[in-house]
């Protein structure tokens, strides 16, 4: 499945690009004046191989969880309890994304692919026929490969055979949301700790510094930070992952979470379907889902700037622009729901904005 999929992404359809630049030219307003939503309609028509792109209506959240043996190391003060119990208040409805995802009108699909501890009882935790694709109701995917990693401090987090399972799972969930209609998915996460190794992707993909790669997560206390740099340079010198080697790199400093995620790019990128990218979480996925397809990048939309150092430090190595900085760093989707309407808002200008000539406005 993953040779299968990353063979199938194209790169942008530069003469759909060309058509959506010109029709830009002949819209009623200055040319450039709507800054950064141009180029990013240019892309989508790219992507799409069609100018006007889609609209990117109905939108898909797709928030994968697991659990890391790093926690052991002491880098968070959250117990790993907490990421099962996330779970609940998301399939409750309880949670921050829950209430951005109603907002933006879109589904919410969770998937345990690597949880450590045991699912709190949720009357709409499987589901089972056809993906329906309901705003108003999360529906959880059980398609765990391992019960959380294992200590990337100590030794490799998967084996290579758990990491390209855990990538197939991100592409499965890609092609079940897109059959299910879905015309841009949005990615979003959770696990304890998830930060560390996300951090340790970004220094093996960009070859920064760990220092410059790692955050502080949810805010952890300064010697705290320093035993997360610590482990997160002592685990890149043990393992020394290469870029040319994404799945390598995966399975030596990666989770579970981040592969699939990897996988859901690629995925949708095969599918020419946008990936609107959440924070460091994503951006670190995003790097690997690069490195098995560079043309992947075409479909990716960098949604915000996490508060996290490393998520700079990727968007950079990716070079996309976030569409808002607000200081986020909370993960589970947020940051991507919150810049969702800004992807529809650039596409519905190539839908519904007259031209000079039908509107009858004189130009310039």
């Not at 040779?3 to 194209?10: F, G, Q």
């Not at 450039?32 to 309609?41: F, K, M, N, V, W």
């Not at 109603?102 to 935790?125: E, F, I, M, N, W």
């Amino acid at each position: 499945m993953l040779e299968t999929t990353i063979a199938a992404i194209r790169p942008p359809d530069e003469s759909a690009m060309a058509s959506a630049r010109e029709l830009h030219g002949r819209l009623t307003k200055p040319a450039g004046s709507l800054g950064a939503l141009e180029e990013l309609s240019v892309r989508l028509a790219g992507l799409a191989g069609a100018c006007p792109p889609p609209l990117p209506e109905p939108a898909a959240v797709a928030i994968f969880a697991g659990d890391h043996g790093v926690h052991a190391q002491g880098v968070t003060p959250w117990p790993q309890e907490v990421t099962g119990q996330m779970i609940g208040n998301f399939l409750a409805g309880g949670a921050v994304v829950n209430a951005f995802a109603r907002q933006a009108g879109a589904s919410v699909t969770v998937v345990d692919v690597g949880v450590a501890t045991p699912l709190p009882a949720q009357p709409a935790a499987e589901t089972s026929g056809p993906v329906v694709l309901d705003p108003s109701t999360p529906r959880m995917v059980a398609a765990s490969v391992r019960r959380g990693t294992r200590d990337l401090a100590v030794t490799a987090a998967l084996t290579r055979d758990e990491a390209r399972a855990a990538v197939q799972t991100g592409i499965r969930i890609a092609d079940e949301l897109i059959e299910a209609g879905a015309a841009i998915l949005l990615t979003g996460d959770m696990g304890i700790g998830n930060t560390t190794p996300a951090a340790a992707l970004i220094a093996a993909f960009t070859g920064a510094d760990p220092l410059d790669a790692t955050g502080r997560g949810t805010g952890v206390d300064d010697p705290t930070y320093a035993r997360k740099v610590a482990v997160v340079r002592a685990a890149l010198a043990r393992h020394a992952p290469t870029p040319a080697d994404p799945l390598g790199v995966l399975a030596a400093v990666g989770g579970l979470e981040h592969a699939a995620l990897a996988g859901l790019i690629l995925g949708a990128a095969a599918r020419r379907t946008p990936v609107l990218l959440d924070g460091v979480i994503a951006v670190s996925a995003a790097l690997a889902a690069a490195a098995f397809a560079p043309d992947a990048v075409s479909a990716m939309v960098a949604g915000h700037r996490s508060a996290e150092p490393g998520a700079t430090v990727a968007l950079r190595h990716l070079g996309l622009d976030p569409l808002i900085d607000l200081g986020l760093r909370l993960g589970e989707g947020t940051g991507a729901l919150l810049a969702l309407p800004v992807v529809t808002g650039a596409v519905r200008v190539l839908h519904e904005v007259a031209t000079f000539d039908s509107a009858g406005v004189a130009e310039k």
